[in-house]
């Protein structure tokens, strides 16, 4: 799934660009405060409809305007298109028709992130492992999300009750019935994405330095006691839960587990061991979609953190899994490097100048001699 073009209107300092994307690597370099992650924001907006930097579309539309708009033309020929508002309405469309739900535009654009948020996977909270298993599961499965809203819906339902002290069977039961029949689905499709993905990730990680990710190991928990069923946990835990005012057991709760030899893998690695681990971990789940749906990069900064070798390997991670690559750096010799280094049209990266919110193509890669 490649873009061809993206088309950005009052989108952060970016007035206007129309950007054709002809080749699978574009470098995308300029000052600081140049535009460049706004270029990436903008085509995350497109394949999913929020920015990947603030969950407040006001703040991406340009300073003194009333709305921002992005479209974006695929390979394929699919054209979408992105609308904000200033008071929080928006609208998707998918070749000129209204889409109800971003998930829509996500089938249509897959993306994975780098960033400086990318740690998070290993030292955020559960919700944001949930989400990038979830990511991996809904492109093996599209229909996993409609399960996984009605799971939320019943979920959101039960806890209105306990908050209000009731558990009264009779009340709780069609929505456990819910909470069990999607639940069971949801946790089906992780559990069996995740097995997939584990193997994946292990074969990248084998790359790396075995002293450091040789024991490197990644668990599914599922969000409750492994030797109860999701009945038998959901009903043993409804006094507590009362209790507490809501549900403490069951998928919305479950989490990946990233250890070495017990430890949390965060407390043990370095800041760029723990990017190569989620470079590892973002290209296995790209890998675990399959070639169907080869998912666009968006990598901001690539040197940030990671050496020379680190970023070598990552491209070529990069380019056995991915549809295409927007890479952000500041200096374009620096940037390149790891991508001309790889063969053919992945080693021939298309190169932009940002500058004041300007995005103008200065042709292929530049000459590495100094
Ligand atoms: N809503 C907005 N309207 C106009 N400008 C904005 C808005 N939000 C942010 N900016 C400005 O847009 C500029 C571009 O920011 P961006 O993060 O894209 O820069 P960048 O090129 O990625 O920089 P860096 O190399 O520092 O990461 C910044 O100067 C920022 O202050």
């Not at 599209?142 to 009340?171: E, M, P, T």
Request: glycine share 8%; proline share 3%.
């Amino acid at each position: 799934m490649a873009l061809s073009r993206v088309v950005l209107t009052n989108f952060r300092n970016i007035a206007h660009a129309d950007v054709e994307l002809d080749g699978v690597v574009h470098l995308f370099c300029g000052a600081n405060g140049s535009g460049k992650t706004s270029l990436l924001e903008a085509v995350h907006t497109l394949g999913s409809g929020r920015s990947f930097r603030s969950r407040q579309s006001q703040s991406l539309i340009r300073y003194g305007e009333e709305s921002l708009a992005v479209f974006g033309r695929l390979r394929s020929g699919v054209a979408l298109g992105v609308e904000k508002l200033r008071d929080g309405k928006g609208r998707i469309r998918i070749n000129q028709l209204p889409a109800s739900s971003s998930s829509e535009l996500a089938a249509c654009l897959p993306l994975q992130v780098i960033n400086s948020d990318s740690f998070s996977a290993l030292d955020g909270g559960p919700g944001v492992r949930r989400q990038l298993l979830d990511w991996t599961v809904f492109h093996v499965e599209h229909s996993f999300s409609a399960q996984w809203k009605v799971y939320q819906s019943a979920l959101k339902q039960r806890n209105a009750l306990l908050r209000r002290g009731k558990i009264d069977s009779n009340l709780l039961a069609p929505w456990e019935q819910q909470l069990l029949s999607a639940g069971e689905v949801v946790h089906r499709g992780r559990y069996e994405v995740f097995q997939r993905l584990k193997v994946l990730f292990r074969a990248r990680l084998d790359e790396l330095p075995r002293d450091v990710f040789g024991d490197l190991d990644v668990q599914y928990r599922s969000g409750w006691k492994r030797e109860l069923s999701l009945a038998d946990a959901l009903q043993s835990s409804r006094s507590g839960d009362c209790d507490q005012g809501f549900t403490r057991v069951g998928p919305h709760r479950a989490d990946l587990r990233f250890t070495i030899n017990g430890q949390p893998a965060e407390a043990v690695l370095s800041r760029g061991q723990q990017k190569m681990a989620v470079c590892a971990l973002r290209t296995a789940m790209a890998a675990t979609v399959g070639a169907t749906e080869r998912p666009l990069f968006l990598v901001d900064d690539l040197p940030a953190e990671l050496d020379e070798a680190n970023q070598a390997l990552f491209a070529r991670w990069v380019r056995d899994t991915a549809s295409q690559v927007l890479v952000t750096g500041i200096d374009p010799k620096t940037t390149q490097r790891a991508w001309s280094a790889l063969d053919g049209a992945w080693g021939d990266p298309q190169m932009f100048h940002v500058e004041h919110g300007r995005i103008e193509c200065i042709g292929q890669g530049v000459d590495q001699g100094d």
